[in-house]
């Protein structure tokens, strides 16, 4: 069964440093990957995605993520935080290419912009 | 393009009552997904649909959740009798079937938050 795990429940970074999420998996077979962001009150929304291509995946709002199999690792990064990157952030797994797949998520990583 | 609907936004309900979630997909879209999160959780899938077909079903509490999805469009969501631990969000999340594609995006609706007193 596949699973997800994220490090650290919350993340406070000053506006314009690095941010830096993590995100380990766990799965049988080559992974599909995506980070989600949640706003207060909203749906999740799709970041970015691995989907056995390019390692280094770039997202919307500059974020962007690099898959390592050695690892089994898909850290999330941005260079330069912004105070609207504030949210709840999801990493999620689907082993069936998320075609007609029901995704695992990981429990989630509060970030906090300083400012 | 319109988003995936869902109503109502809340519920506040008292344990052992029923309540219904209402889930209206992406016009189009063949898949569509239930899912619980629970506060402080990542979302949990609870079932899946392919039209108007169960996919996968295993982590729905069967003994009082249910879930239809009849015309394969519109889908509710059933909780009856509810309990204090069914507290959470529940999201609704349609997916197109593109033919080629490498990977179809699931959109999810704004969802529906739950009280159980």
């Known amino acids: 069964a596949q699973s997800v795990t994220q490090l650290g429940s919350h993340v406070s970074v000053s506006e314009g440093a690095l941010v830096l999420l993590r995100c380990n998996y766990s799965?049988?077979?080559?992974?599909?990957l995506f980070w989600y962001v949640q706003y207060p009150n909203q749906g999740l929304q799709l970041l970015l995605k691995y989907t056995s291509a390019a390692t280094l995946v770039k997202g919307i709002n500059g974020f962007e993520a690099e898959f390592k199999k050695s690892e089994t690792s898909f850290h999330l990064t941005k260079p330069s935080a912004h105070m609207s990157d504030a949210a709840e952030y999801f990493c999620a797994v689907s082993e069936r290419g998320g075609g007609a797949d029901g995704l695992t998520f990981g429990k989630g990583t509060h970030l906090i912009i300083q400012p | 393009e319109a988003g995936v609907a869902q109503s109502p936004r809340y519920k506040i309900i008292e344990k052992r009552q029923s309540v219904a979630f209402w889930c209206n997909p992406i016009s189009g879209h063949a898949t569509l997904y239930w899912y619980q999160q629970i506060l402080g959780q990542g979302p949990k899938l609870l079932i899946q649909?392919?039209?108007?077909?169960?996919?996968?079903d295993s982590q729905l509490p069967k003994d009082r959740f249910s879930a239809e999805r009849l015309k394969g469009v519109d889908s509710t969501l059933k909780i009856q009798p509810a309990k204090l631990e069914d507290s959470a969000v529940y999201l609704c999340?349609?997916?197109?079937?593109?033919?080629?594609?490498?990977?179809?995006?699931?959109?999810f609706g704004p969802g529906t938050r739950l009280t159980v007193l």
């Open positions: 999340a349609s997916e197109g079937s593109e033919r080629g594609a490498t990977y179809n995006e699931q959109f």
């Open positions: 649909f392919q039209n108007n077909g169960v996919v996968d």
């Open positions: 799965s049988s077979v080559p992974p599909y």
